[in-house]
């Protein structure tokens, strides 16, 4: 009777670790592709992302790709800090997640040619003074008309920065206005219904809106900040260390669809209409036409030139918020040490030289 019972518990054991050797097998060989979370937005930025998820080029490649829409970039950089997204196509709000050493920037690829600036009422004060800011006499305003504004705008993204870097202009600091935080479709309809001085815009479509209802350009990011904006790519570094081959792939098919996108506007007005109009935008075919005109697309042929430099708009950027007290100086380093073209270097096979201020 023992022999039978020690005879049935073998049996039982040798079965249990058969099935657990099938079921550790079965795993392995059925599983799938790592998924990729990525954040962004529903406009020029998210408009490759979406495309290739859209049309099924990550899959494809054998990528599971989740593509995550946010209405600015600092809920993105919320996201990269809590986990809960792997890689994002943002904007200028980027910087403050390469500062926090957690990031990877993998890639400039929209550059914003106009559209982003500070716009007031025409009746304002500030459109009484011209030719105050140092190097650019045509921006508007001064220390004056400028100190104490209440200035509409998304907090953390390039409302801010413009703003900020219009003040400082006139030996001002981003403590000298008040900047009430606002997303930029809400802000755009509180300015017209008469809240605040005057409105950081985050360029197309709401530059439009803002011109049509009569409203002025007083100060220029370009004009103030002396700078060329580029959004584009980043990441968190663990993800990314952790899955490198996956990480290349999905550059490299995103980045596919930016000089496919570069190199015809016919195909992007035609996408980019129906994912902003499908997300809320009531995209207009002139706004349509203005947003090709006001941004371009950072693909291979500018990548390859020998004047580009990687990185210039967040590094850039990191230097002038640590000037304003908005990153920790200690903490630039950061940025210099997330710059990442080594991905963009071995895609198009070229060397790239990295930014420096």
């Not at 004009?223 to 968190?236: C, W």
């Not at 993800?239 to 669809?257: H, L, R």
């Not at 090709?292 to 950027?317: A, H, L, N, Q, W």
């Amino acid at each position: 009777m023992k022999k039978r019972v020690a005879l049935s518990l073998l049996l039982i054991v040798a079965l249990a670790l058969t099935s657990a050797h099938l079921f550790a097998g079965g795993a392995s060989e059925t599983s799938g592709p790592v998924k990729i979370r990525v954040g962004t937005m529903p406009n020029h930025i998210g408009v490759p992302i979406q495309y290739a998820a859209e049309k099924g080029l990550y899959k494809e490649a054998g990528l599971d790709v989740e593509v995550i829409l946010f209405p600015t970039g600092a809920p993105i950089n919320e996201a990269l800090s809590a986990g809960k997204i792997d890689l994002a196509g943002s904007g200028m709000a980027s910087v403050f997640a390469l500062a926090s050493g957690d990031t990877y920037w993998l890639g400039d690829y929209v550059k914003t040619v106009a559209g982003l600036g500070v716009y007031v009422r025409p009746d304002s004060p500030v459109l009484k003074e011209k030719g105050k800011f140092p190097g650019n006499p045509n921006v508007y305003g001064s220390k004056e008309t400028v100190k104490g504004m209440v200035i509409l705008g998304a907090l953390g993204t390039s409302d801010q920065f413009e703003a900020v870097a219009w003040a400082q202009g006139f030996g001002l600091t981003g403590n000298d206005f008040q900047m009430l935080n606002m997303d930029r479709g809400p802000a755009v309809q509180a300015f017209k219904m008469g809240e605040g001085d005057a409105i950081a815009c985050g360029g197309p479509p709401y530059n439009y809106e803002l011109e049509a209802a009569g409203f002025v350009l007083a100060a220029g990011l370009t004009e103030v900040s002396g700078m060329d904006i580029a959004d584009g790519m980043l990441g968190r570094k663990k993800f990314i260390d952790a899955n490198t081959e996956e990480v290349e792939k999905f550059v490299e098919i995103t980045y596919s669809v930016i000089d496919e996108l570069f190199d015809s506007d016919e195909m992007l007005a035609d996408y980019a209409m129906g994912f902003y109009n499908k997300n809320g935008k009531n995209y207009t075919t002139e706004m349509m036409k203005g947003e090709i005109k006001d941004k371009d697309y950072i693909g291979r042929k500018t990548i390859s030139s020998p004047e580009y430099r990687f990185g210039s708009t967040m590094v850039g950027m990191g230097g002038f918020y640590v000037t304003d007290g908005k990153i920790e100086p200690e903490l630039e380093k950061n940025i210099f040490a997330s710059l990442r073209p080594d991905f963009l270097e071995k895609i198009y096979g070229i060397k790239i030289t990295n930014f420096t201020n």
